[in-house]
């Protein structure tokens, strides 16, 4: 159990914000960065940090789109669909539900 922690220590979707937010672009094709902040109830400073760490690893990608305003857009990787796969195995393993 104790290795299965250490990989979950390492990986990026280790933190639990980090996690939920991979969780919530999962079910979506795409979403707004408002969208997200208000689903997770984050600060806007508090979403960008994460979403840049995760940007970093190639988990999500950031774009702008344009209509009335400018609106930053998220959506998860293929990597970052593997990396969730992979953590979400590792919690069922230390959870015991193999």
Known sequence: MLDELAKLSKSPLGNPTRLAIALYLLSRERTSFTELRKALKLTAGNLEFHLKALEEAGIVRT????GR??????????????????????????????
């Open 69 to 98: 305003r400018p609106r930053k857009f998220i959506e998860i990787t293929d990597a970052g669909v593997d990396e969730l796969k992979n953590v979400l195995g590792i919690l069922r393993e230390v959870a015991g539900y193999d």
């Open 63 to 66: 774009y702008y789109g344009f």
